[in-house]
């Protein structure tokens, strides 16, 4: 009898061994199905964006090297060049029609500041199309360039060949360079050799592509083109040189802009526009004196860029060189800058006053006058032979404040540049130091054109006896040379 009920009680421990193994085996089954279920449910959009990824990597990688061998292309290396492309999934479009034009393309506008109608166009020079009405304008010239592209699109992203470049845009609608496009420029030179996208094809599914380029190697020369306008010559003529480029990359290529070490862009996001805007520097020098003459920006990095800033005034007529009020003035936005020169308080000496003004800032006039006796500029000579070298960087003539407060010698704002000082009735200053002060204020924006001229009275001075001596340190950058030509590039997918 014991021993019966020692078999069951074994029995039992038996039966109840099983039951935990199998009850063991269903909870790690269960662990391991929720971590599958766990790895595909949080996992797999990982995993997709990855091999998304590397598609994308893909096409880039395909597009660098299409934009290669299409440089060989263009440059006559070789007359056809062939690049395959799989599209796994996507599509491939050649956009190199009229109407594909209207959003990749390339204008660019030569500005003068002095023209009559440059301050209506600057108020808005960093808008698309900004130049309508202003074509036949004396001194306005303008050209534009189809550029086209390549474009392939999987699911929200898109790369794509324009302009010589290789660009990517990412789901959220920034866009960024992958290889740079044809835009190069030295800081005098900028060469612009754009490729024109000629063709209108497309083609989607998974298989392969080949992408075949050609050209004829003969590229047409936009500019210096003074067949077609004079002014379109070397070095350049104009003060502004405005390259606006119409792009679904806007916001890389005005990125790619901005990295070169003399250019910034500003970008139009309304019509999809990357606006370059150069300065061109004025001629310097000694010449012959006329009643206009320009400044280019100065190097405001420099304490005095201004190097020579003088004048050798001769008399007109008989009654000699004896002006009440002969001005000196530029005025650039709100900032004007004026010299006055006036014969008075003496025989044969004329008497300076500078005045710089910014609406922005005050409804004063900052001012300055010859300190004393000693502080004017002689006048030799008799009647019509009288002469006077007027030296607007001289060290030696002390001028004395006239007003009670200023508001330009500040720190680095908009309407003020150091050094940081207060002036009062009884603040002395060289000349010297006020021209590189107000010089580099009034040039702030870029060159300035001043005016010479006599405010309600005969001109005295007879400009084809005078002189002007002008030389200074300009902005880094100025453009001087610019070379435009068109790539035509016949495009086919097979």
Partial sequence: MREEKMARKNSILECETADSSVVGMIIILMLTTLSVGAILLYGMPTINDMQDMAKSQKAEQAFTVFDSRTSKVALGESPVQTTSLSLMGGSLEVNGDN???????????????DASWYDSFSQQRYRWESWEGFETETNFTMFNVSMGSIIYKKDDRIVGY????????????????ISPPEFNYNGETLTLPIMCIK?????????DVAMTVSSSNMPTVLYPNPIVDSRMINPLKSDKVLV??????????ADYANTLAYTSATVDEANSTAVVELEVMPAMGKSTLTHNFKVGALNASKSSPMYNFSFDLGARASQGLNPTNYQISATSGTKTLTYSLAKKGGANQLQLTVTYQDTNAASYAEEWIGYDFDDIF?????KQDQEAIVDLLDKNFIMEYDASDDF?????SSISIPPN??????SQLSLYNITQHYMKLITMDGSVKFSLNSPGKSDPVDYDESSLTLNYEGMPGAITYLHVTKNDLATSLS
Avoid: C, H, Q
């Avoid at 324009?162 to 360079?177: D, H, I, N, Q, R």
């Fill in 162 to 177: 324009e302009g010589g470049g290789v660009w990517s845009k990412y789901p959220t609608g920034k866009a960024v360079m």
């Fill in 378 to 382: 002689p006048i030799t000579g008799s």
């Fill in 421 to 426: 000082v207060e002036l009062n009735g009884t």
């Fill in 199 to 207: 063709g209108n094809t497309s083609i989607s599914g998974a298989s």
């Fill in 408 to 412: 330009s010698w500040n720190d680095t």
């Fill in 99 to 113: 109407s594909s034009y209207d959003d990749s393309r390339v204008t660019v506008v030569l500005a003068d500041i």
């Fill in 244 to 253: 606006y480029i119409k792009s679904d990359f806007y916001n890389a290529w």
